[in-house]
C-alpha cells in the first residue's frame, strides 16, 4: 500500500507540474483527429484546381474514397502534438517573463489583470500575449518544417502523380508518381532521397515567416477574447466555458485570415519543390500578393476547419488543465 501510494503521489505531482503539457498534448490528438478531412481539402485547393469545395470533396471521394481525406494524418499526429505541447510550454514561459518586463518597465501587471474578472484587455495584455505567441511560433518552426511538407507530400501524392504537362520531362514524372501512397516515414525517406536531409526544409523561410505572424495573432486573439468573454459573462456559471469555445474558434479564424496568403505560397512552393531532384534548381518561388485572389482559394474550408480544431482544441485544452488542477484540492 504505501507503495502505491508513493507512486500515485509521484504521479499525481508530476501531472501537476506539467499540466499545461499534457493537456495541450491530449487536446492536439483530439483536435487533429476532428478537423484533419478539412485540412486535406484546403491543401488540394491550395494546390490544385477545383471548381469549389464541394467539387475538391467529391473528386477525393471518388478517386482515393474516403481514407483519401484522411492521407497524411499520421505525421500531423505526431507532429501536431509534440508542437503544440512545446509550443504551449514555450508561449506561458514566455509569457511570464514578458509580463515581468511589462510589469518592470511600465508597472502594469499584465498577469494580475487577465486574471480579475473586473478588468478587461489593454494595449500592454494584447502586446505580452503577441510577443510570447510570436516567440513561441519562431522557435517551433525548426521542429514543424519537415512534418509539414510530409504531410503536404501525402495530401497532394495521388494529385501529383497524376499531373501531365508538356513541359514536365520523364525524369520529373518519376518522381512525381515515387511519392503515391506512401505512408508518412516512406514519405518523409522519399523527399530525403530525391532532396537531401535539408530538403526536409524546402520553404523554411515561408513556414517561419507564417508561424512567428500567426502565433503572435493567434494566441493575442485567444486570450485577449477570453478574458473579455469571461468579464462581459460575469458570474454566469457557463460563461468562462463558452468564452473559451468562442475564443478558440475566434482566435483560428482571425490568425489564418491574416496569413493565409503566406500559406499558399508556402503550400505551392512546397508542392512544386517535390518533383525536383537535388541539386536541381526548383521554380521561383511566387510572389505573396495580398489581394490577389487566387492566393484565397480554400480560405472558407481553411477558416472552418481552424475555427472547429481550435474550439475543439481550446476546450479540451482547458477541461484537462483543470481536471488536473483539481487533483490539488482532492486528498491523496
Known amino acids: 500500500m504505501p507503495e502505491n501510494g508513493g507512486r500515485q503521489g509521484a504521479a499525481r505531482r508530476f501531472a501537476m507540474h506539467y499540466r499545461t503539457e499534457i493537456a495541450a498534448s491530449g487536446a492536439s490528438v483530439i483536435s487533429t483527429l476532428a478537423a484533419f478531412p478539412l485540412d486535406s481539402v484546403k491543401t488540394r485547393m491550395q494546390t490544385y484546381q477545383y471548381n469549389g469545395v464541394i467539387d ?47 510589469n518592470k ?54 494529385l501529383l502523380a497524376q499531373t501531365k504537362s508538356k513541359d514536365m520531362c520523364s525524369q520529373r514524372q518519376a518522381v512525381a508518381a515515387s511519392y503515391q501512397n506512401k505512408g508518412t516515414l516512406k514519405t518523409m525517406a522519399t523527399i530525403i532521397k530525391h532532396r537531401g536531409f535539408m530538403g526536409l526544409y524546402t520553404g523554411f523561410n515561408l513556414h517561419l515567416m507564417r508561424d512567428t505572424l500567426g502565433t503572435a495573432i493567434y494566441f493575442a486573439v485567444y486570450e485577449s477574447s477570453k478574458q473579455l468573454g469571461t468579464s462581459l459573462g460575469g458570474e454566469h456559471p457557463y460563461a468562462r466555458k463558452l468564452s473559451v469555445l468562442m475564443s478558440g ?74 481536471s488536473i488542477k483539481a487533483l490539488e484540492e482532492t486528498p491523496p
Open 105 to 158: 518597465t511600465f508597472g502594469v501587471d499584465v498577469v494580475s489583470r487577465t486574471s480579475d474578472k473586473a478588468k478587461y484587455p489593454n494595449i500592454y495584455s494584447c502586446a505580452c500575449f503577441a510577443a510570447a505567441g510570436a516567440t513561441a511560433g519562431s522557435f517551433i518552426t525548426i521542429l514543424a518544417c519537415p512534418f509539414e511538407l510530409t504531410k503536404l507530400s501525402a495530401q497532394v501524392s495521388v
Open 56 to 102: 475538391c470533396i467529391r473528386h477525393t471521394y471518388r478517386t482515393e474514397h474516403l481514407r483519401g481525406f484522411f492521407r497524411g494524418v499520421v505525421a500531423p499526429m505526431a507532429s501536431v502534438t509534440l508542437v503544440r505541447t512545446i509550443s504551449f510550454s514555450i508561449y506561458v514561459r514566455s509569457k511570464y517573463e514578458y509580463a515581468k518586463w511589462i
Open 249 to 322: 474558434g475566434l482566435c483560428g479564424i482571425v490568425s489564418w485570415a491574416a496569413i493565409y496568403p503566406i500559406d499558399s505560397v508556402k503550400s505551392i512552393y512546397q508542392k512544386n519543390s517535390l518533383l525536383y531532384s537535388k541539386g536541381q534548381k526548383v521554380e521561383p518561388r511566387p510572389k505573396i500578393e495580398w489581394l490577389k485572389r487566387d492566393m484565397y482559394r480554400g480560405l472558407g474550408v481553411s477558416m472552418g476547419r481552424s475555427c472547429a480544431v481550435n474550439a475543439i482544441f481550446f476546450s479540451s485544452f482547458e477541461f484537462i488543465k483543470n
